[in-house]
Nanobody
Framework: QVQLVESGGGLVQPGGSLRLSCLAS????????MGWYRQAPGKERELVAS???????NYADSVKGRFTISRDNDKNTVCLQMNSLKPEDTAVYYC??????????????WGPGTLVTVSS
């Protein structure tokens, strides 16, 4: 069994910064792509940023230049540095990973989510 757990959410003023972290644990052999998604109230879940095992990154247009995704393959973690936050960034942020277990089975895993609120 594998799991992802996010941390670092909270309340921040517009223009502020937050850093989200996600730790993968369990019977992990390797991790392929990892990503951060978000879901605002009344909206569908959307991709915010993704990163391959080789550190190639992809960002939603709405966060380019403000958010940075990174990962530490040795520690099985992925982080999202969020700067210049806007009220429209308010959402529950979810970590996602394509994980190969020690049984060599690929599973798509989601974390429970962490709330980010941008408000004055």
């Amino acid at each position: 069994q594998v799991q992802l757990v996010e941390s670092g959410g909270g309340l921040v003023q517009p223009g502020g910064s937050l850093r989200l972290s996600c730790l993968a644990s369990g019977s992990i052999f390797s991790i392929n792509d990892m990503g951060w998604y978000r879901q605002a109230p009344g909206k569908e879940r959307e991709l915010v940023a993704s990163i391959t095992s080789g550190a190639m990154t992809n960002y939603a247009d709405s966060v380019k230049g403000r958010f940075t995704i990174s990962r530490d393959n040795d520690k099985n973690t992925v982080c999202l540095q969020m700067n210049s936050l806007k009220p429209e960034d308010t959402a529950v942020y979810y970590c996602n990973g394509e994980i190969r277990t020690i049984s060599r089975v690929y599973v798509d895993v989601w974390g429970p989510g962490t709330l980010v609120t941008v408000s004055s």
